[in-house]
């Protein structure tokens, strides 16, 4: 297995371009519990290329009813990327001052509930612009979200085969 970059402008591309509409490719959950951590997912997979097919604990989506719960949930998510040592990609917590484009944020509340994901697609005056699902927006300042925690994942890069 060997590293390789994360292409945060083509996650970034995606979500602009995907924001406001659904992907056709995917099921939008946003009936069922929502459509953020999907979205973002999405996201990461145009700036990775790379899918990780392992059952239950991968993050991977072929349909609706074949996926990981990875792929749409939150904690889920949260967990594949700060846990994956397989194929995917992999990131670790930091603060907010080291994000970067193509990084993830997800909102919570201060019992550590956390509900919300969504990517980032910029900064103004050296704060996150996001995009998301569910409630819909591109580079919409964070500030303008109510929540009581956040957590802050960079994408460190994306392991492929050899």
């Not at 994360?6 to 979500?15: E, L």
């Not at 846990?83 to 603060?95: C, H, L, S």
């Not at 990084?103 to 900064?123: N, S």
Request: proline share 3%; aromatic share 18%; with cysteine.
């Amino acid at each position: 297995m060997k590293t390789a970059f994360y292409d945060a402008n083509a996650a970034v591309r995606y979500a602009k371009l995907w924001a406001f509409r659904r992907n056709p490719a995917y099921y939008d959950f946003s009936g069922i519990g929502g459509d953020c951590t999907n979205f973002v997912s999405q996201c990461l997979f145009a700036g990775s290329g790379v899918m990780n097919f392992t059952p239950v604990t991968g993050w991977f989506y072929k349909s609706a009813n074949e996926r990981t719960a990875s792929w749409t949930g939150v904690e889920f998510f949260y967990n594949f990327l700060t846990q994956n040592r397989g194929m995917g990609p992999f990131a670790a917590e930091t603060d907010m001052r080291s994000l970067a484009l193509g990084d993830v944020i997800q909102l919570g509340r201060e019992t550590g509930d956390f509900y919300h994901t969504c990517i980032v697609t910029g900064f103004l005056f050296g704060l996150p612009l996001v995009a998301a699902h569910s409630y819909d927006a591109f580079d919409k300042p964070l500030t303008s979200y109510v929540f009581e925690k956040a957590r802050f994942l960079h994408i460190e890069g994306v392991r492929t085969e050899d």
